[in-house]
């Protein structure tokens, strides 16, 4: 069974930065596309950034030149630096493996971890 276990958020001022972390396990996690997604109360989950198993990102327009994300293939981690963070980035945030791309995501899984709470406030 597939499991996603995201860590590393918490509450950060305006401008701030941080580091979340997804340990996957049960899925071949160097054959996938990963990414990273955010969940406002009420809305849908979002894909904003995503990398291919070979290190190819792409990014929503939104945090693009702030986020980063990144994985280690022999640790089945995928990460997200997060840096010059807004109020607007306060969200929820989940992994999951990909199969689309940025604005037509395709999710590899049913399953979704607890995800991790990101909150940017002053």
């Known amino acids: 069974q597939v499991h996603f276990v995201e860590s590393g958020g918490g509450l950060v001022q305006p401008g701030g930065s941080l580091r979340l972390s997804c340990k996957a396990s049960g899925l071949n996690f160097g054959g996938c596309p990963m990414g990273w997604y955010r969940q406002d109360p009420g809305k849908q989950r979002k894909l904003v950034a995503l990398?291919?198993?070979?290190?190819?990102?792409q990014y929503t327009d939104s945090v693009t030149d702030r986020f980063t994300i990144s994985r280690d293939n022999a640790e089945d981690t995928v990460y997200l630096q997060m840096s010059s963070l807004k109020p607007e980035d306060t969200a929820v945030y989940y992994c999951?493996?990909?199969?689309?791309?940025?604005?037509?995501?395709?999710?590899?899984?049913?399953?979704w971890g607890q995800g991790t709470q990101v909150t940017v406030s002053s």
């Open positions: 999951n493996a990909d199969w689309g791309q940025i604005g037509r995501p395709k999710p590899g899984y049913n399953q």
């Open positions: 990398i291919t198993p070979t290190g190819a990102t």
